[in-house]
């Protein structure tokens, strides 16, 4: 198993420019997430799905948008990049219930300009 | 809303020294609690929950509902041990919210 994988691992953007953040798990998990990793902020939760067709906000979803077609895919489509989003990525996996262990990405380092 | 609380950005300790990482949550109902570990140029995974009261890596972490903590304990350190260390709770769906995280750097 590959476990959660992401691309691209590093991503220079301009202002304004968009694009798109991978993250596929092949562990058939039902439910995954996407978080931002600030210094002295920790992680927060952008968006979530608890399965496909199925995606809701977390803490901090402004700017991103998210949609789950398949149960293996969950990607970030960043609309109009802005500097404020300069950030580590990290998108995770888990089965559905609470006490399960969340699994993580190795993370996407963004850099808007 | 769900609150964690890590107050030490950075912990430095010697190697054999015991070690604390300190968490207050700030949770309405019964808390999931969890500590993740990131380890350098690593991803994010899993050390303990408090569910399982296991030891992981010879740290322990006692879930005090009365303080509202989840302190992290290792009786000796090793340098092995140097990372950051994130406490979280399950804010439902599986999702989680962190604390801000401390650095834990163990010399020799």
């Known amino acids: 198993n590959a476990g959660v994988t992401q691309t691209p691992k590093f991503q220079v953007l301009k202002t304004g420019q968009s694009m798109t953040l991978q993250c596929a798990q092949d562990m058939n998990h039902e439910y995954m997430s996407w978080y931002r990793q600030d210094p002295g902020m920790g992680l927060r939760l952008i968006h979530y799905s608890v399965g496909a067709g199925i995606t809701d906000q977390g803490e901090v979803p402004n700017g991103y948008n998210v949609s789950r077609s398949t149960t293996e895919d969950f990607p970030l489509r960043l609309l109009s990049a802005a500097p404020s989003q300069t950030s580590v990525y990290f998108c995770?996996?888990?089965?559905?219930?609470?006490?399960?262990?969340?699994?993580f990405g190795p993370g996407t380092r963004l850099t808007v300009l | 809303a769900q609150r964690v609380t890590q107050p030490e950005k950075l912990l430095s300790v010697f190697k054999g020294a015991p070690v604390e990482l300190k968490c207050n949550y700030s949770?309405?109902?019964?808390?999931?609690l969890f500590w993740y570990v990131q380890y350098s140029r690593q991803r994010l995974q899993l050390l303990l929950r408090?569910?399982s009261r296991e030891s992981i890596k010879g740290f322990t972490a006692d879930l005090n509902k009365g303080e509202t903590s989840f302190h992290l304990k290792k009786p000796f350190a090793q340098e092995e041990d140097s990372a950051m260390y994130y406490c979280a709770v399950n804010s439902g769906y599986s999702t989680l919210t962190f604390g801000k995280g401390t650095m834990l750097l163990v010399s020799p």
């Open positions: 995770a996996s888990s089965y559905r219930d609470s006490y399960n262990e969340q699994f």
């Open positions: 949770y309405s109902g019964s808390p999931e």
């Open positions: 408090h569910i």
